[in-house]
């Protein structure tokens, strides 16, 4: 492999699993890429030449059959490399496109997401339970697209790679590896969580989060009672600030372990470059820039930060929480705090083609960026415009009309 040059790797994953198909199946889509596929017939799944209709290997594996594309360029001239993960007899192993067996059937478990990317899946041998028949007690090691054990089977618990990275646990203790195997930490840390695209990881040590890059460097020490992340897994980082907490306080933190934003506030997030939306303890929302410098004063009830470009829908009325919006009005300001519109609005649906849907007094109209009314209060119903026009609702009659109001063919 370092006389050739990777142009790709497309590994195709068919989780064609539990018999979901009745009699027999194949998938069209491979006829395109190779002439020979899996196909499933009573429950059991083969392999198939599509070119011929000629059976290869007559059903005989269970459950689930995937196959994985190799390309590769050597010089000038493209390979494709084509081998099957199968199970028989509740052991996984490979076979080739001929049928010839690579690997021996002899893993309880293989997970291979995210292959395409780093070349390794990760295989397991011990017992499984739980709803999904999962690894419960064994060892887990890695394997690389040609069924080579490129990291043994050493390890009580795994991740599969995300990035080029994965953790991987020794007794009761986690470590972080490269796709070599070759560990880039100590196996120190009582919790991992896997890295996120720009290169970094949460790790706990001693009941306290901290974070790491790709050279097991500590840009965070562990300290902070908590780091937030995508589904306790991977790492959150919104415009260089990790969100964390410490002695029940917010925390915002930048790639050097720098806290910013010093003032107290029961929630900090960034929603975009420099502006970070704050709530202060009678739950109103405000913001501040990444100097630590108001921008607008914590006086709304709510705001929308996950719709944010260059405004943001801001509310005032009655909320149960901090993060809905009840009974009020709406009102836009822009990211750098401008009232646009006070809240006056009962409802609206956000901008789209540069026009957004608003409600008032019982009916909808259309207003700019800049809050100027461009289609008036007149309609029971106003759906968002769409390549120049928009669905319409009067008197329960449906029109269409384009961005000036007028009625339009559809």
């Given at each position: 492999?370092?006389?050739?040059?990777?142009?790709?790797?497309?590994?195709?994953?068919?989780?064609?699993?539990?018999?979901?198909?009745?009699?027999?199946?194949?998938?069209?889509?491979?006829?395109?890429?190779?002439?020979?596929?899996?196909?499933?017939?009573?429950?059991?799944?083969?392999?198939?030449?599509?070119?011929?209709?000629?059976?290869?290997?007559?059903?005989?594996?269970?459950?689930?059959?995937?196959?994985?594309?190799?390309?590769?360029?050597?010089?000038?001239?493209?390979?494709?490399?084509?081998?099957?993960?199968?199970?028989?007899?509740?052991?996984?192993?490979?076979?080739?496109?001929?049928?010839?067996?690579?690997?021996?059937?002899?893993?309880?478990?293989?997970?291979?997401?995210?292959?395409?990317?780093?070349?390794?899946?990760?295989?397991?041998?011990?017992?499984?339970?739980?709803?999904?028949?999962?690894?419960?007690?064994?060892?887990?090691?890695?394997?690389?697209?040609?069924?080579?054990?490129?990291?043994?089977?050493?390890?009580?618990?795994?991740?599969?790679?995300?990035?080029?990275?994965?953790?991987v646990k020794k007794d009761s203790l986690f470590a972080f590896i490269d796709t070599s195997g070759k560990l880039i930490t100590p196996f120190k840390y009582q919790d991992a969580n896997i890295f996120c695209k720009e290169g970094y990881a949460r790790v706990m040590n001693n009941g306290k989060f901290g974070v790491i890059d790709t050279t097991g460097n500590e840009i965070i020490s562990c300290k902070y009672d908590w780091i937030h992340g995508y589904d306790n897994m991977m790492l959150s980082i919104n415009y260089g600030l990790f969100t964390a907490k410490k002695n029940e306080e917010s925390v915002l933190i930048n790639t050097k372990g720098k806290e910013v934003l010093s003032t107290f506030y029961e929630y900090k997030i960034p929603v975009c470059e420099n502006l970070i939306a704050v709530a202060d303890t009678k739950k109103k929302?405000?913001?501040?820039?990444?100097?630590?410098?108001?921008?607008?004063?914590?006086?709304?009830?709510?705001?929308?930060?996950?719709?944010?470009?260059?405004?943001?829908?801001?509310?005032?009325?009655?909320?149960?929480?901090?993060?809905?919006?009840?009974?009020?009005?709406w009102g836009l300001i822009n990211i750098e705090g401008k009232e646009i519109v006070e809240p006056k609005y009962d409802e609206y649906r956000n901008f789209q083609e540069g026009l957004a849907t608003v409600y008032q007094n019982g009916k909808w109209g259309y207003i700019d960026k800049t809050g100027k009314v461009i289609i008036e209060f007149k309609f029971d119903e106003a759906e968002s415009f769409e390549n120049g026009k928009a669905k319409v609702t009067i008197d329960n009659n449906v029109k269409i009309i384009d961005k000036s109001g007028k009625e339009v063919l559809p």
């Open positions: 492999m370092s006389q050739t040059y990777l142009l790709s790797i497309k590994i195709i994953f068919y989780f064609i699993i539990f018999c979901s198909f009745q009699g027999f199946t194949q998938i069209p889509i491979f006829q395109t890429i190779n002439k020979v596929i899996p196909f499933q017939q009573d429950s059991l799944w083969g392999l198939k030449d599509t070119s011929t209709s000629q059976i290869i290997v007559p059903p005989k594996y269970q459950e689930t059959v995937y196959f994985i594309i190799v390309y590769e360029k050597k010089d000038t001239n493209i390979i494709t490399e084509t081998n099957f993960l199968v199970k028989l007899n509740k052991k996984y192993g490979f076979i080739d496109k001929t049928g010839k067996q690579i690997v021996p059937f002899i893993y309880d478990y293989v997970e291979s997401e995210c292959w395409e990317r780093n070349r390794r899946a990760m295989v397991f041998k011990g017992t499984l339970g739980g709803e999904y028949n999962t690894p419960k007690e064994g060892l887990f090691g890695f394997i690389n697209p040609e069924g080579k054990e490129v990291i043994p089977l050493i390890y009580k618990e795994a991740q599969i790679f995300f990035n080029g990275y994965t953790y929302w405000g913001f501040r820039n990444f100097s630590d410098k108001e921008i607008v004063p914590c006086k709304y009830d709510f705001i929308n930060i996950y719709y944010i470009d260059s405004f943001i829908w801001v509310f005032v009325g009655k909320c149960d929480d901090y993060f809905s919006a009840g009974i009020g009005k």
